[in-house]
């Protein structure tokens, strides 16, 4: 065959099956129905691959046990992703446990020191960020496989897949700008997720291509309590000088809701309508943000890809297969609803 298979990924590609089933088959042949098995040895045979026998044994001699770990469960977007995640070990034939940090560093570090005890497979985390302990993450990862999620920690040579905040930041903003007035960006001074800090490069990246003077207006406030710190940090902002622009783009839609709600508490009508005071738009197309009122406009994370990127990693590195791309960023779509 003209086609070279390099490891399981390449293997699943070719052969149009899926990863995860692929890996329950190699795992454990009887945990496959017979017509899949079948597929799955014409396939071997077809494309003359074979798996990395020694990984895989050594994989045998694992727990089944999958760790996964998020900021906060509570959290309607991580629960989203954590659901995406366990969904596909469980597809694969491991067993995910879900834990939540609370936004917590010394949660998360506890969390660490027990999945220890477990002897898990692998670990899928996706850090708390700034305040995350990376010198523990690392050391933990030298014994336990380990991929990254959502908040990229750079420096410690792990794999990581999310989204592409920067690419964010200049697709709504160029949106905005034909739309109506450029946008001033609304943040928190100290932001606990390193996300943040890319979406205003690429908000100010794109103001400036497009000719306009970037205004940034940072609010005080830290932690995961985002609505409060919008809706306290609007409301001062409206009662004292105002905005800016009467444009808003909110470095994440859960500062955009608690925003929302300032304006309502002071009868500033939002939207694009000719009565409407203020355009309000977020960024990562939150579960909860097409219930706003009115519904927010956004950009939408890639749960999905995201999710499988991080699992099928996982899985590569179990079985041997070489990892060529670290980093991997998925774009994000504009979402236009009527807040913007």
Not at 207 to 223: D, I, K, R, W
């Amino acid at each position: 065959m003209e086609t070279k298979i390099r490891n399981m990924e390449d293997f699943a590609k070719a052969s149009g099956i899926s990863r995860p089933t692929i890996s329950k088959y190699f795992n454990d042949p009887n945990a496959v129905r017979n017509t899949t098995r079948e597929r799955i040895e014409q396939a071997l045979e077809t494309y003359d691959y074979r798996p990395n026998i020694f990984a895989m044994n050594q994989n045998r001699k694992l727990t089944r046990n999958i760790g996964v770990v998020v900021p906060s469960l509570a959290d309607p977007f991580f629960a989203e992703i954590a659901r995406n995640v366990e969904r596909r070990c469980i597809d694969a034939g491991y067993q995910p446990t879900l834990y939540s940090a609370h936004g917590n560093r010394d949660q998360e570090v506890e969390i660490l020191d027990s999945l220890r005890s477990l002897k898990p497979a692998g670990l899928l985390i996706a850090p708390l960020g700034r305040s995350s302990d990376k010198a523990m993450i690392e050391k933990f990862s030298r014994k336990v496989p380990t991929v990254l999620f959502d908040s990229y920690l750079p420096d410690i040579g792990l794999s990581f897949g999310g989204s592409d905040n920067f690419q964010f930041g200049r697709l709504i903003v160029d949106y905005l700008c034909r739309t109506g007035t450029p946008p001033c960006f609304f943040e928190m001074q100290n932001p606990s997720n390193p996300n943040a800090n890319k979406r205003r490069q690429g908000y100010i990246a794109a103001m400036e291509a497009l000719g306009h003077a970037p205004q940034v207006v940072s609010v005080t406030g830290e932690g995961w309590n985002f609505e409060e710190i919008g809706r306290n940090g609007g409301l001062e902002i409206i009662d004292s000088d105002g905005f800016p622009s009467d444009t808003v783009l909110c470095s994440n839609d859960r500062l955009a809701i608690g925003l929302i709600s300032a304006c309502f508490a002071r009868k500033m009508p939002v939207g694009f309508e000719e009565d409407s005071a203020i355009r309000i738009a977020g960024m990562d197309d939150h579960p909860f943000s097409r219930f706003t009122c009115p519904p927010l406009t956004t950009i939408s994370q890639d749960y999905e890809a995201i999710s499988k990127h991080a699992v099928e990693t996982l899985f590569g590195n179990l079985e041997g297969d070489e990892i060529t791309d670290k980093v991997v960023l998925f774009e994000g779509n504009l979402i236009m609803r009527k807040s913007a």
